[in-house]
């Protein structure tokens, strides 16, 4: 026997969150699929300054933790493993996890976003090895040396004002004319003393052989070498979307297509929040408003689709598939 949920969202983010709390409020059975590295990108935030509610900055995997109780307070379940598959055809949605299968009647999609790479030679080559998307998973490895945030917005900022405190030097190198940080992150910045802001400077290279041992640059002028021991990439992120390519509309960019302004994608039952939908403003409270609207998008959906009996077809083929 089967077991076919309301609703089953796979993330395990912002946008996640907060659409297993409306749902499972709701009263609607609700399992979130989220991956085997629960927290989405607030796992790797510091302080949290903008989130509505704290009066006082928080920590990032402590808000995503406080979501992720909320949710199971009220009833919504929570499966660590990663998707293999989905089957969207039918009424009922089947999503294949690891060595296990997952059935609902509505499926929300809340995978976020992944990490965009600079694309240079060595980058791929030295990941893990002085390569690093994450300053707060991998900082402390370089405690008192000297190392290098590539980027120019707030991720990028708030990457280097941790690693301030554990490095003896930090070097910010954007290829624009002027960081993207917000106004009061770029002052923080700027005010720790053993930060150095490079701008209008290009990263062509991520040398060394078995560990990072520099970079070499373009600035206005000239081609330099800079000695580091490791180089964190911040320069964005794009949709975690890869998986759902034939099965869901995308548009160019790889973010999800939804209809007249909803969450609904083109598929019935089917629906996307987060970082998959939003390639403009990408905050943790536009996440969360996100989430939100797909949880209602899916009850009243629901409400609709249940006025006619649903036939019940599970294909585990093709849910592997």
Excluded at 148 to 163: K, P, R, S, Y
Aim: aromatic share 4%; proline share 3%.
């Amino acid at each position: 026997m089967y077991r076919v949920r309301d609703v089953i969202i796979v993330g395990s983010g912002t946008a996640a969150c907060a659409a297993a709390i409306y749902s499972a409020r709701a009263g609607l059975d609700t399992l979130v699929i989220e991956g085997h590295q629960p927290g989405g990108a607030l796992m790797a935030a510091g302080r949290v300054e903008n989130y509505p509610g704290f009066a006082t900055p928080v920590g990032g995997p402590d808000l995503a933790r406080a979501m992720r109780a909320q949710a199971r307070r009220f009833g919504a379940e929570f499966h660590a493993g990663d998707v293999d598959g989905f089957d969207l055809e039918g009424e009922v949605k089947s999503v294949a996890v690891e060595d296990d299968l997952c059935h609902a009647g509505a499926l929300i999609l809340a995978m976020g976003s992944v990490h965009r790479s600079l694309g240079v030679p060595g980058e791929r080559e030295l990941r893990g090895r002085g390569v690093s998307v994450s300053a707060k998973r991998d900082g402390d490895q370089f405690a008192g040396r000297e190392v290098a945030v590539v980027g120019g917005g707030d991720a990028a900022a708030e990457e280097a004002i941790f690693l301030s405190t554990l490095a003896r030097r930090v070097i910010v190198i954007h290829h624009r004319p002027q960081l993207r940080a917000s106004r009061g992150i770029v002052s923080r910045l700027r005010a720790q003393p053993n930060v150095v802001v490079l701008q209008r400077t290009e990263v062509l290279e991520i040398t060394g052989r078995h560990h990072v041992t520099g970079v070499r640059v373009r600035g206005a002028q000239t081609v330099c070498d800079i000695d580091l021991d490791a180089v964190f990439v911040a320069v964005g992120q794009t949709p975690n979307s890869t998986s759902l390519d034939g099965l869901i509309d995308l548009d160019a960019r790889g973010y999800v297509r939804t209809r007249d302004q909803s969450t609904h994608t083109h598929v019935d039952g089917v629906f996307a929040a987060g970082d998959l939908i939003d390639c403009r403003y990408r905050q943790g409270v536009t996440a969360a408003a996100s989430g939100c609207r797909a949880a209602l998008d899916v009850q009243s959906w629901l409400a609709q689709s249940r006025s006619a009996p649903i036939n019940v077809t599970l294909r585990k083929d093709n849910a592997k598939a």
